[in-house]
């Protein structure tokens, strides 16, 4: 359906994920979801999608080997920067007026990297995502700071000490993310390594990658009596997403086993 086929070209369904992780976070740090936290939450989701929509500009050599139905023409790229500033300025403006500066400007952060790690630098080729480990770190720092930093900062100063009590609450929502995005990546390694965009897929192949995979998602069962407490619905509802969005992928037993287990664990806590 068409619908269907532009939620998945423009990833809405990631976008949905990054305000759950958001939500996520502020349930656990703060108790009640406000208005404006999960306003918040939404201008963090809107730059997530301005940078998704930058980085398709730049993404034509992998895009037309990994998925040569969605890569963008050349009339389409005028219409995708002009939404994608429009993303970013919006949001901007509304936080400028309305948080405190350690969160407009965690934003204003946040979009840099992304311009660094979709468009090359003046005068060479090189893009943070053109390495797997500057890629890894960028898109770590990201996830972390937007679902486990900013929501903390929205009442509070960074404390570091409340900060780790509230990572080992929320953390869950950053490596769903993350083994999502290691999802995609293996789906697309030919199209990336001819581009040079060196993913951990590109350099280490689908196992190796698969296996990470796992290790992460394995540790995520852990988390509720590392924390000492229980899932939220929200962070039941994004490894739900994550479950849903890996049936595609036939890579070895134990990977849905795992994905298995964990949408059986899901559906408990939201019966």
Known sequence: MA???????YRLHLIALYFLAFLNSVSVMHGA?????????????????????????????????????????ERQKPAVRVGSLGLFLIPFIYLWAKAPLRVWGSYLG???????????????????????????ATMTACVFW?????????????????????WLRAYPSALVIAATGLLW???????????????????WGAPATVA???????FNLLWPAMAAGTPTKANSLITLIFAAGSIEFKQGLYFHALILAQTAAVLACLA
């Not at 990470?212 to 394995?218: D, F, K, V, Y």
């Open 3 to 9: 619908w269907a086929n532009f939620a998945f070209k």
């Open 33 to 73: 979801i406000k208005p404006g936290f999960a306003a918040a939450g939404l201008c963090f989701s809107c730059l997530a999608a301005a940078v998704y929509l930058f980085n398709m500009i730049w993404d034509d050599v992998e895009d037309r080997i990994n998925s040569p139905g969605e890569c963008l023409e």
């Open 110 to 136: 946040i979009g840099l990297l992304g311009i660094l790690y979709s468009r090359p630098w003046d005068g060479t080729d090189f893009r943070l995502k053109n390495s797997a480990w500057t890629k890894t």
């Open 146 to 166: 937007t679902v486990v930093v900013v929501p903390l900062m929205l009442k509070h100063p960074l404390n570091l000490e409340l900060l780790w009590r509230c």
């Open 185 to 203: 990546d293996i789906r697309d390694a030919r199209g990336d390594a001819a581009a040079g965009v060196n993913t951990l897929p590109a350099l």
């Open 212 to 218: 990470l995979i796992c290790a992460m998602m394995s």
